[in-house]
């Protein structure tokens, strides 16, 4: 048993049987950062500002929300819109975090490719956050279901209907996944639940999880450059603080963060009170009905360059029927960056400004998945399509053939 003695403050009597002290130097006051970093490794902290947002304006919507087909989508348009005081707040609010943390993720994502936070033990850190993408993704289709407009119906008809796919037991899994034949209300009663209980859940314990990771390599830096983090460590508390390369996290480095996420506010308060629309689709403020199909179908910005994959393939190839090709590209892209430390072999840790050919085939693939995201908001016809293709084919082609080649030479060079 510890020995407990007579506390001289509140602290102390907590300190002695839970050990707050460790526990914060463990968590912040001496989790080391590198110096050398800017703005854009501020991103981890504002996506958790707005999955705190998104959580807490969830807690209000969902007071009123109505998880049935007669009564979601009054409830969401009639009753928190107009009925509910500050209830518009609340759904602009999580509207556009759903939206924006999406960019931020994609920020995050691509700030990792190009300075090579992947690898040299990243790599776990790396996966958990590619999980939390996966996951995220779950989340918000979970939710675009939930108002029950025309897109929300018509969205999830297409996308449960993918699992058709599956060898053997696809029409029963989208039974399975529907609770009935065609979408209704046992989906949207599945949906509500994925989308307010079990998947927060899982994304909670993901974000322990990728902040864990994060404990024993650290964050990388600007450079690359490899930094033995307990002798830095050692400096700065020595007394040495000019010349460690390393940083507290608290209250060195989460003090700017602080500055980062104010004007990241600024820029989300804008979009709520003035720019709300563009989180929320036009075609959505009409109620669900099933004989009446939209004249184009898509989903969110944030999902569109996947969907362009899905529907890039529209022609069969050899057995393989045009829909079964698309599924299975759509299914990977979904994943594929979850393999990155795989597709690079180089051992080269260096921003890719410092690696010619990894530079070159970042900006294409940041080229390429502009182009897709544009296209998949566009009708699938004509000169479109075959655009699709090209750039479905091409987002493959970079990631399983040219970023492994272009890096096994750089591997080469450097011998």
Request: charged share 15%.
């Amino acid at each position: 048993m510890a020995h407990i003695t007579k506390a001289t403050s509140v602290k102390d009597w907590f300190d002695q049987r839970i050990a707050l002290t460790k526990l914060w130097n463990v968590l912040a006051g001496q989790y080391w950062i590198p110096k050398n970093i800017n703005f854009l490794w501020a991103m981890g902290v504002i996506l958790t500002v707005l999955f705190t947002v998104l959580f807490v304006t969830g807690l209000l919507l969902v007071m009123y929300y109505k998880p049935d087909a007669n009564l979601a989508f009054d409830s969401v348009n009639y009753t928190i819109m107009q009925e509910v005081e500050y209830g518009w707040l609340w759904r602009h609010m999580h509207a556009v975090a759903a939206s924006v943390i999406f960019l931020i993720i994609y920020i995050h994502a691509f700030v990792g490719i190009y300075y090579g936070s992947y690898k040299k033990g990243r790599e776990m850190i790396w996966i958990s956050g590619m999980l939390l993408f996966l996951v995220f993704s779950a989340e918000a289709f979970s939710g675009y279901m939930l108002p029950w407009g025309q897109m929300s119906y018509w969205a999830a008809q297409v996308i449960t209907q993918l699992f058709g796919g599956v060898p053997v037991i696809g029409d029963a899994l989208v039974e399975w996944i529907r609770g009935d034949y065609a979408v209704s209300d046992p989906t949207l009663t599945r949906f509500f639940m994925l989308h307010v209980c079990l998947l927060p859940i899982v994304l909670i314990m993901i974000i322990v999880i990728h902040f864990y990771t994060l404990r024993v390599p650290h964050v990388n830096n600007l450079e690359g450059e490899e930094i033995d983090f307990e002798l830095e460590a050692e400096k700065y508390l020595s007394g040495d603080t000019k010349n460690s390369k390393v940083i507290p996290f608290w209250p060195g480095f989460l003090s700017k963060d602080f500055m980062y996420v104010s004007f990241f506010m600024i820029f989300f308060t804008y979009l709520v009170g003035f720019h709300f629309g563009f989180a929320m689709d036009p075609i959505n403020f009409d109620p669900a009905n099933a004989a009446k199909t939209p004249t184009h179908i898509y989903p969110e910005w944030y999902f569109l360059w996947q969907y362009e994959i899905l529907r890039g393939f529209f022609f069969d190839i050899g057995p393989m029927k045009a829909a079964d090709l698309g599924a299975l590209a759509m299914a990977f892209a979904g994943i594929s960056l979850f393999f990155m430390p795989l597709y690079d072999r180089s051992d080269v840790v260096a921003p890719a400004h410092k690696r010619k050919g990894f530079f070159v085939w970042f900006w294409l693939l940041i080229i390429d998945l502009i182009i897709l995201t544009v296209y998949g908001k566009l009708p699938p016809t004509g000169f479109n399509a075959w655009i699709g293709f090209f750039s479905s084919v091409a987002y493959l082609a970079l990631l399983l053939v040219v970023l492994p080649v272009i890096t096994i030479m750089e591997r080469k060079g450097n011998k």
